[in-house]
């Protein structure tokens, strides 16, 4: 199934220029660019991904990861094929820089699988778009979302965040969370690691967070962005920005063309003490930790919101503060437990 893409010029000699992403792909005839699924047709630009769906399911919200956007919820998750970077270390290598079997679907198709989980009885609030990078498939998302908007749930998109700045305010109004990826606060880490750059992304979640709930994700890469100097960079930009942004540092495991040892845990702990001095909300991922997956209440440091696993559950609330010194405690939609 193939769509005109949305935003890209035609220039001469039978090339088109892609306007989606900072790359600013130059397509020539019959080919694609970088993230491989927008292609160049008689100088017409198609999103050769559309409606193809490479993996979907029910996901915990807490699995995004969202922790301050109803919490202990489940979304049901989909992804296609392509991705605008290269990572090295990339977990889902094989849909967003190989080929796997996809099946087709209708944006109408996509909503009424997830309403079917609300009607079988799951607190299936939305839809996440996720897995590979979902920009990738811009238009199909962006006529999704809209239909979910008008069936009163939820959107979510977990993202790379290099994206324009254009399409990026036109499917912002139907987008209620985001989770942004934030690889490093390093130019030359993105240049090398992802074939990409800070800068754009650094834009996008300062786009985001005027218009939607926004969480961000940094994967902490043995001896390459876990210095405690770029740790502090980072955590600065963040608190110049909102003090309540959660921040979720990820354990990283050899995986794809990267083969350095996984994150030592002390790392990982490192990280999260230093973010804390400047954060209200800091957490770990990906790693055995118990504790630094809990929401803790910024001001006395009360247990507020208990997590286990995938599960969340209220401990030190009174309505939305925290039940010990009344400070408020920043997220949205109720806790399902």
Known sequence: MMQEALYYE?????ITACLLCPHYCKIKEGKAGICRFRQN????????NYGKVSSFG???????PLFHFYPGSYIFSAGTLGCNFRCQFCQNWQISQDETPTTEITPEGMVEMARDYVSMGYPNIGIAYTYNEP??????MLETAKLVREAEMKNVIVTNGYINEAPLREILPFIDAMNIDVKSFSEDYYKKICTGSLQPVQRTVEIAR??????LTTL???GLNDSAEEIERLTDWIASLDRDIPLHFSRYFPMYKMDLPATPLETLTRAREIAMKKLHYVYIGNAQLPGNDDTLCPKCGNEVISRIGYSARGVGLADRSCSSCGEEIKFVGKIFE
């Open 210 to 215: 005027q218009e939607c709930h926004v969480e």
């Open 220 to 222: 902490l890469v043995t």
């Open 10 to 14: 035609k220039k001469d000699q039978d």
């Open 135 to 140: 920009f990738m498939w811009y238009e199909f």
């Open 41 to 48: 047709h008689g100088g017409v630009l198609y999103a050769t």
């Open 58 to 64: 029910l996901d915990p919200i807490e699995k995004k």
